[in-house]
Every structure is written in C-alpha cells, then in structure tokens.
C-alpha cells in the first residue's frame, strides 16, 4: 500500500473520528445544561474525545505536509515539532483510556481491600485533575526526543520528511522507555481492568442464576451495556497494541518508514473506540440513533437505513 492510498484512507477515517467524537462533546455539552455538573466517566470522556479530534488532525496535517513536501524543503524542526505533539497526545489517548477503564471497574466490582479502596476513592474524587496532568505527564515524556532522536529525510525503501529515528544507545534506551510507558503499562492496566469485570459478571451471573434456580436468564440491565462497552475497548486497544509495538519495532531496528501506517491504525482505533463510547452512554447512544433518523428522514430512498429507536415491545395479557 503506498503512501497516497493511506493518505486517502486516513483521511476518510479522520472524517468519522472527528465526526463521532464531536457528537460525545456536544451530548457531553448538552447533559452538563442540564444537570450543572460532570460526573467523573464524563469528564473522563470528554478528555478522550478532545485527545482523539487532536490527536487526528495533527497525524493528518503531517501526512499532508510529507504527501505535499515531496523534496522535503520545509524545516525539519517543524516535522519534528508536529511528530513530539502526536507523540504526547498518543500518550494521553493511551493513559485516558486506561483512566476511563480503572473508572468502570472501580464502579462494577467492589473489592475487600480498604486501602485500596481509599486510593481508589482519592483518584476519582479528583477525575478532573488527573485528565489535565496525564496531557502534561505526555508532553514531558516526550520532550527527551528532541535530545536523542535524530531527524532525517529517508528510510529504507522510502522518502518521508522529517522523521525521528534514535541516534545512539541513549536514543533506543529512551525508544523502550517510552513504548513502556506510554503502550505498556496503560495496556497492562486495562487488561488488569478488563479481568476484574470479567470475573465480575461470571460472579454475578452465577449469583443470580443460582438465586433464580435457573428458572430464568439472569439480567444485569444498564450494566451490562456499561460492561460490553468496557469489555470491547480493552480488546480494540489491545489489538492495536500489537500493532502499534510492531510498527515501532519496524522503524526503529529495521529503519522502515511505516509511520503513516501508525497513524491509519490509530485512526481505525479512535474511530471505533468513539462509537464504543457512544455505545456505552445509552443517552449519546439514543441521541445518535435519533439524529441519523432525522437526517434519513430526508431522503425517503434511504428510509430502509433507519434504526429503530425503540425496542419492541413483547405483548403481555391484559389483566382483568
């Protein structure tokens, strides 16, 4: 795939993500006049979604300035510059999301630790800070880049501008460091996350089913909506875990210019992880489901796209 065809890719998939997260900041905008306050998963939300336009905008704006500076003319200080912003907010998608999981499982499982429970009462009391620390803790662990990353023209078997490769031992020690921080231990936490709820609802399924004897499936109700959206962002963010170390170690052992691949999987990644998200607030969810109708309305040759907004209702004997 060369560098046009991904260029274009991006680009669409820039569209949805910027759409879709622009619709949880407008629901987020919308819930707050109503209620006067935020509570913490959407002020954590709202975070993520600010990171995901950012974050977007900034890997396609580079991809355009490599696809259009095709002799390399502007200064390398200005790719190097845009490459440290995508790279700090890299960091603060990854340690959001994470952020966002640690919040769930606090609320679903309920554990016998009190100290711990005390900690995890501390963090989310102040949700608000710690979303504008982890963009700050980004950007601070990414400045050491322009010390020992280097910044050339060209790879093997390509022509990008502006890319920062490690240019000595200190450059590749900073290189694991980094990948450990900002990909590793956010995807250890999840996975942590992600085992707590599981264990969670085989706990709780087993519970109710045993105090129904069977009689009926047991019913979790918004939770489980709550734990369908958890469960699905740990295995996207996994997945593009993989891909995202791979990727890494491509460039920086075997010097290959696949950074533009970085930046469609990441685009692939903030584009479902936001539909998740809507998924998982049942209000953005209906309110989405609801405009896409009202939008469908207007041209009747797509009405057999529309959605229903309700779930039928199944009939039940009148009583006397």
Not at 54 to 67: G, S
Not at 118 to 147: D, N
Not at 215 to 234: D, E
Request: a positive charge; hydrophobic letters at 50%; aromatic letters at 10%.
């Amino acid at each position: 795939m060369n560098k046009l065809t991904i260029w274009v890719i991006t680009g669409l998939l820039a569209v949805t993500t910027v759409f879709f997260n622009v619709c949880i900041f407008l629901m987020s905008l919308l819930n707050y006049r109503q209620n006067k306050k935020w509570s913490p998963s959407e002020t954590i939300i709202l975070a993520l979604s600010l990171a995901d336009v950012a974050h977007q905008l900034a890997c396609y704006f580079w991809m355009t300035m490599d696809e259009v500076d095709s002799k390399c003319r502007i200064a390398n200080t200005l790719y190097a510059v845009l490459l440290l912003l995508i790279f700090g907010l890299k960091f603060t998608i990854m340690w959001n999301t994470s952020f966002l999981m640690f919040y769930y499982s606090t609320k679903l499982v309920n554990t016998p630790n009190h100290c711990y429970t005390r900690i995890q009462a501390v963090i989310l009391k102040h949700a608000s800070l710690a979303v504008f620390l982890i963009p700050l803790c980004g950007l601070g662990t990414c400045m050491p880049m322009l010390a020992v990353f280097q910044s050339i023209n060209g790879t093997a078997g390509n022509k990008d501008c502006g890319i920062l490769m490690p240019a000595s031992t200190a450059g590749t020690v900073y290189e694991v460091i980094y990948l450990l921080l900002a990909d590793v231990l956010p995807g250890v936490l999840m996975v942590k996350c992600c085992i707590s709820i599981s264990v969670h609802l085989a706990l709780h399924l087993r519970h109710m089913k045993a105090t129904t004897n069977g009689a009926h499936g047991p019913k979790l109700g918004s939770q489980m909506r709550v734990i369908r959206m958890a469960l699905s962002l740990v295995a996207v963010f996994i997945l593009f875990l993989a891909i995202d170390l791979f990727v890494n170690y491509q460039i920086t052992v075997n010097h290959e210019s696949i950074l533009t691949l970085t930046f469609l999987f990441t685009s692939v990644y903030t584009t479902v992880a936001a539909v998740v998200l809507i998924y998982g607030k049942k209000t953005f969810w209906k309110a989405l489901i609801h405009e896409v109708n009202v939008c469908l309305d207007e041209y009747p040759c797509l009405s057999c796209l529309k959605v229903p907004e309700q779930k039928a209702q199944t009939a039940t004997p009148a009583k006397d």
